[in-house]
DNA sequence: ATAGTAATAT
DNA sequence: GATATTACTA
């Protein structure tokens, strides 16, 4: 007798919005070269529960490839032991395809109107993102959504063309959608002038989570096994470098919402294991190259300089 | 103080 | 050249 609302938000919610995002608090490594300095920085105790050991094993070393910095101005020949970890000059920010999904994730998820560089960078929940790395970011993903409209789009331009009806893609449909309010039960709600209330949810509410966590500011700095994220070179035989996973995974998955089960596929033999999580699987996505072969090195994440 | 835009640096 | 970073401005 009860409990008949409508169950398309409810199932949408687990089909288009699985956004577990918002129920694990991630914790990527964003330092790529700061691990270079960081290695100055002695192990910080902090001792954390993340501190997990699985990663000990495993050798991955970076041979060669990226070339680009190896940061360290500077200078001091060595010595140097005592720096402050947070003073440190954020070298640059690699946007790597995986963040960046969880970027449009996030700004889909909180729509247009809430899709501010600080909102978003919280629902990211990416330690050492700041709001000038999200708000730059945005921007330039505006202005890639903006190329698209304005022009009549033609995203893949031309030629071939896949069927795109409208040829909107899913994130600008999120971001058209706004919604800023989670979800007002019956009672009181919050004076919102928008007659929609597609879906929109902010359990990573600061207060929603009854732990020691710090309410404000969400800058830990505390990853002592960090490494130059394995972007998308994963390459065929294995190897998968997905230290977040691997935390999680390591960790006991703390992300145990009650409810959620996930449906283990059992056909599927080729594939072996595959994520665990939706949102994993996402992850995932955008990173492949192509199951045989195609290796793609620059990967642009969003075609700006399109045709002028 | 925050967000957006522009210019700049790598 | 593209991307990210920084500064200025609203």
């Known amino acids: 007798m009860r409990e008949e609302e409508e169950p398309s938000w409810f199932a949408r919610f687990d089909e288009d919005l699985p956004a577990p995002d918002e129920l694990m608090p991630l914790s990527q490594s964003l330092i790529t070269r700061d691990l270079a300095a960081a290695f100055d920085i002695p192990t910080h105790g902090g001792g954390g529960p993340l501190s997990g050991g699985a990663d000990g094993a495993g050798g991955q070393e970076m041979n060669g490839g990226a070339s680009s910095a190896a940061g360290s101005s500077g200078g001091n020949g060595g010595g140097n032991g005592e720096e402050p970890a947070r003073t440190l000059k954020r070298p640059r920010l690699v ?117 020691h966590h710090h309410p404000q500011q969400i800058a830990h700095f505390h990853h002592p096994a960090a490494r130059p994220l394995g972007h998308y070179g994963a390459g065929p035989g294995g190897g998968f470098d997905h230290g977040f996973l691997s935390r999680a995974v390591a960790s006991g998955a703390p992300v145990g919402p009650p409810g959620m089960h996930h449906r283990m596929v059992g056909g599927g033999a080729a594939m072996g294991m595959m994520a665990p999580s939706s949102f994993a699987e996402e992850l995932e996505l955008g990173s492949r190259g192509g199951g045989g072969g195609g290796g793609r090195r620059e990967l642009t994440l969003f075609p700006t300089s399109g045709e002028h």
């Open 95 to 211: 946007w790597t395809p995986q963040l960046h999904k969880r970027f449009v994730d996030a700004v889909a998820h909180l729509g247009i109107k809430n899709a501010v560089p600080k909102t978003i960078m919280q629902l990211m929940s990416v330690d050492g993102l700041t709001r000038e790395n999200v708000a730059s970011h945005l921007q330039k993903y505006r202005l890639y959504l903006k190329r698209m409209q304005g022009l009549g789009n033609g995203g893949g331009g031309g030629g071939g063309s896949h069927s795109s009806g409208s040829g909107t893609d899913a994130a600008t449909e999120h971001l058209f959608a706004t919604g800023p309010s989670p979800f007002l039960p019956p009672g009181r709600g919050p004076a919102v002038a928008d007659p929609y209330t597609p879906y929109a949810a902010m359990p990573a509410h600061p207060a929603a989570h009854h732990h």
